[in-house]
Each structure stands twice: as C-alpha cells, then as structure tokens.
C-alpha cells in the first residue's frame, strides 16, 4: 500500500505538469472506485489546475470550482502517458490538459483507491477533517505523542498507526522507526516514557525523510508520479527481513502480526 513517502513522492512527481494547465477533457472508463466517484468531478473540465497539495494520503488537486481529492488505496498509481497512448485494463481515468502532449492516468488493479470532491475548503471534507497532525511538522513532537499516549495500553505500533493520532506512518515505516528507536511495537503506548518518545518522533521524521527523498519504497505495485519506481526498499533495516539477521546485533528478526499486519522486530535490540 502507497505509504506517505509514496504519496508525497506522487504529489511531487504530478506538480510540475499539471499546475497552470487547463483540463481539457476527463474520462472516466470504471467509476467504481472504493466509493463511486461522483458525478461532480465533471466541474474539472475547462479548470486550471492551481496547486497540488497533499494530506496524510490523500492528494488534493485545486482549481477555482472545487477540489478533487485522490487516495491510491492499495495498488493505485498517477503516471503520464502521450495522447493517444491506449489504455491497458486497469487504467481507469485520465485527465488531458489543454494544449499538453501527455496525459495524467490512474491506475488501480485493486479499486481500493478513491476520486473525490470538495467545493470550498478540502480539508473540510469528511475523511480528511478529523487527521493528526503532519508527521514532519513541528506539531508532531513528543509532547504531543506522550500526552495523547497517557493512560493507552494499545501497543506503539498500532497507536502510531492511528491517522487520527498522527497521519501518514503506515506499516513500514511504522516498523522502521520502531527499530530505529529501540522500541518493541507491543510495548503499551502509554507505557512509554517522555525521552523515549524523543527518540521515536526523531526516528519517525528520520525514516520518512530519507524515503521521500528517495523516492518512497518500491514493492509490488507503487510507481511515481514520474512513472519511476522508489528507492528506499534497499535501505530497509527489518520490514520484509523476518529470519535474516539483525544489522545491528545479528540476531535473527522475528515477525509477528499487529492488527493483521506484517511486523518485523529485533528482539535483542527493541525493548
């Protein structure tokens, strides 16, 4: 699943060609995404596209009539292709921009993804008003997470997962800053000290910074918005390497599952 690394690396990939373009035309060949999308995204057509803004997963593209809100789910994909180019079966929608010799296509093989739209402010709508805060803000600190940990017996991993906590760190980073911070993902969130939190926000914005600028992480599905693959998965320290040794102590890593969801861990090194 496109994590927020892959998204940002998305948002970063689609700016500079669709920004100040006029849309032209949109097609929609399956609108039955994860929710329909709906009849009002047709507003696009004869817009010019201002900006392009992401939250947590989602991507926002702006124009003056409203904004259309995307999420890639587990397998979706932005990428460019020349006019004309045919479509292959999972190539859902395409946006062509007046006067542009590419056009901007969503790929899903899953349809787990979503096209939406917000007139107005689009961090107003539904899914998007009640997110945590940016992981590479300043709001995100360990003030913040100490104080919202206080009294919770949820175990980290699956607290620093929760969007409405924090947005944006999915399971593989999830797992990464864990073993980055020397924490076990089952220890009791509120169990955690005020230091140790330090330490964990610290590797939090630590991981997902070198993703981004990596590209985010390449495993089965994720490609830019440039049509690159990311290239982070080499620097993975645990997630995917459950029975190979620690690069810290050696030991083999275990795995587990978390909220049915793969977690890897040194058990020597995370406590």
């Known amino acids: 699943m496109p994590e927020l690394p892959e998204v940002e690396t998305t948002k970063r990939g689609i700016e500079p060609n669709i920004v100040n373009k006029t849309i032209q035309h949109l097609v929609i060949r399956q609108p039955k995404l994860r929710w329909p999308i709906p009849d009002a995204v047709n507003a696009l057509v004869g817009q010019k596209v201002e900006g392009v803004s992401r939250r947590g997963k989602y991507i926002g593209v702006h124009t003056k009539a409203g904004t259309l809100i995307i999420h890639l789910g587990m397998s979706g994909s932005l990428y460019f292709v020349d006019v004309g180019t045919p479509p292959l079966f999972h190539d859902h929608v395409d946006i062509e921009l007046l006067g542009s010799p590419i056009v901007m296509?969503?790929?899903?093989?899953?349809?787990?993804?979503?096209?939406?739209?917000?007139?107005?402010?689009?961090?107003?709508?539904?899914?998007?008003?009640?997110?945590?805060?940016?992981?590479?803000?300043?709001?995100?600190?360990?003030?913040?997470?100490?104080?919202?940990?206080?009294?919770?017996?949820?175990?980290?991993?699956?607290?620093?997962?929760?969007s409405k906590v924090v947005v944006g760190v999915g399971n593989i980073y999830a797992n990464e800053a864990l073993f980055k911070a020397g924490i076990h993902?089952?220890?009791?969130?509120?169990?955690?000290?005020?230091?140790?939190?330090?330490?964990?926000?610290?590797?939090?914005?630590?991981?997902?910074?070198?993703?981004?600028?990596?590209?985010?992480?390449?495993?089965?599905?994720?490609?830019?918005?440039?049509?690159?693959?990311?290239?982070?998965?080499?620097?993975?320290?645990?997630?995917?390497?459950?029975?190979?040794?620690?690069?810290?102590c050696s030991i083999l890593l275990k795995e587990i599952r978390l909220g049915q969801r793969s977690t890897v861990y040194c058990n020597n090194c995370q406590a």
């Open 105 to 162: 296509r969503y790929t899903d093989p899953r349809r787990f993804g979503a096209m939406l739209w917000q007139e107005g402010d689009w961090l107003e709508h539904e899914l998007l008003k009640s997110l945590g805060p940016e992981p590479l803000t300043d709001e995100f600190n360990a003030k913040y997470l100490y104080e919202r940990a206080k009294g919770r017996k949820q175990a980290i991993k699956m607290f620093i997962m929760d």
């Open 185 to 248: 993902p089952k220890r009791a969130a509120g169990n955690i000290s005020l230091a140790r939190f330090e330490k964990f926000v610290s590797s939090i914005k630590m991981v997902l910074s070198a993703a981004i600028e990596q590209g985010g992480t390449t495993l089965k599905d994720f490609v830019g918005g440039d049509g690159k693959p990311g290239y982070f998965k080499q620097e993975l320290a645990v997630y995917g390497r459950a029975g190979k040794p620690c690069i810290e």
